[in-house]
């Protein structure tokens, strides 16, 4: 592969509207607001034993970002994870998310950059960091294509910028939305790097582990449809395929390498007992999971994409997420909220560090008996 000339690394890391007032000072930049900012409040998960720590507490009370898509004439995608690159050589921050890296980007870090490929006058990014994993590809991918749509923009693009598309789950979603095959470009290596005359860019739609309700919406009604009873008993939309009745689901992650529940076996009967179904999320297609979540009315599971699922709900479901001390995560307990679920979670000890951030957690096995299930389950049941 040939090289193209120095100047194709960026030179600049700004902010998006950093960009534009240092750009775009003597005329409207082309950047369209489809949701304003706004301040949420979130109600705390009910707890035993542990009450909710500083992961919890920081986002209860928080900024929800603006949402908008902005054109850049001549940008540029850079990398497997989308990193937007303006004809100024500007790398957008936060436009261009890498897990492990926010105060670099890899784009820095290269010695140079290949030629970008020129493949057709109107490309769309929608990939970032963790695409492939079913939560980010949910709540990260598939509403930055609906904020293309609320823009009026996703019939005029050629081409749509995703993750290598590997998975079911992707490939049901994508034909749930009605996007073509034949209109996506896979950013299925480090060196993908393309040059488009018009670069559409919707923001991230929300920030890492607090998905927006706006977002989370757009994925509830892209496959449940609008206009669902707001209270149970509802039934399960056409739309959807017949599912065997299961009032209360266990998500189990045993064949998962971490996060798992330490001695699951061992409570199956427990599990039996209380009159939880044991599913294993990935065996079921994207409609599946929809029905089978839609139908319930407990769910409990060690943090994992499983839970996800929880977005198909309806109205005071109850959520029980279980939690290894050494790797608490609050994403579950929003996208509760979103949607007035009824949440509560309980650890398996007081955390080592609570003040570390989540991603830098250890994602060890959480080790909870049948009476801390119990007791969290009365807890819930009883409120």
């Known amino acids: 592969m040939g090289w193209w000339k120095p100047l194709s690394l960026p030179g600049e890391v700004l902010t998006t509207d950093v960009y534009l007032d240092k750009y775009y000072s003597t005329y409207s930049p082309e950047k369209a607001i489809i949701f304003p900012a706004a301040w949420r409040e979130e109600s705390l998960p009910g707890t035993l034993r542990y009450a909710p720590g500083w992961k919890f507490t920081s986002l209860s009370k928080r900024k929800v970002q603006e949402a908008f898509v902005l054109r850049l004439p001549d940008g540029r995608v850079w990398g497997q994870n989308g990193a937007v690159i303006t004809r100024e050589g500007v790398l957008l921050k936060d436009l261009s998310r890498e897990f492990g890296k926010r105060h670099g980007h890899s784009a820095l870090e290269s010695l140079r950059i290949g030629k970008p490929a020129e493949p057709a006058r109107n490309i769309a990014v929608l990939s970032t960091a963790g695409g ?46 009605g996007i073509a095959r034949f209109r996506l470009l896979e950013a299925d290596t480090p060196d ?44 399960v939309p056409s739309n959807l395929p017949t599912m065997p009745p299961a009032k209360r689901l266990f998500i189990s992650r045993k064949n998962a390498p971490n996060r798992r529940l330490a001695g ?12 939880f179904t044991v599913i294993m999320a990935e065996n079921h297609t994207l409609p599946e999971q929809a029905a089978l979540f839609h139908g319930a009315e407990v769910v409990m599971a060690v943090h994992g994409s499983g839970l996800s699922n929880i977005v198909f709900c309806r109205p005071g479901t109850i959520i029980i997420e ?11 307990w929003i996208l509760a909220n979103n949607h007035s679920l009824r949440y509560f979670c309980l650890q398996d000890g007081e955390e080592t560090e609570p003040y570390r951030p989540y991603w830098e957690g250890i994602p060890g096995d959480c080790r909870l008996t049948e009476k801390d299930l119990g007791e969290i389950l009365a807890l819930a049941t009883k409120s």
Request: proline share 9%; with cysteine; glycine share 4%.
């Open 132 to 177: 492939d994993t079913f939560y980010h590809w949910l709540f990260d991918i598939l509403p930055r294509y609906y904020l293309l749509k609320k823009a009026g923009l996703a019939s005029a693009i050629d081409l749509f910028v995703v993750p290598r598309i590997r998975s079911r789950f992707q490939q049901e979603s994508l034909l749930q939305l």
């Open 192 to 235: 993908f790097h393309i040059r488009a005359e018009n670069l559409f860019v919707p923001s991230l739609p929300s920030l890492l582990g607090a998905v927006n309700p706006w977002a989370s919406a757009f994925v509830r009604e892209a496959f449940l449809g609008p206009n669902l009873p707001a209270v149970p008993p509802a039934e």
């Open 264 to 275: 699951e076996e061992q409570l199956e009967d427990w599990l039996e007992r209380n009159g």
């Open 322 to 332: 279980l939690f290894a001390s050494s790797f608490v995560v609050p994403c579950y």
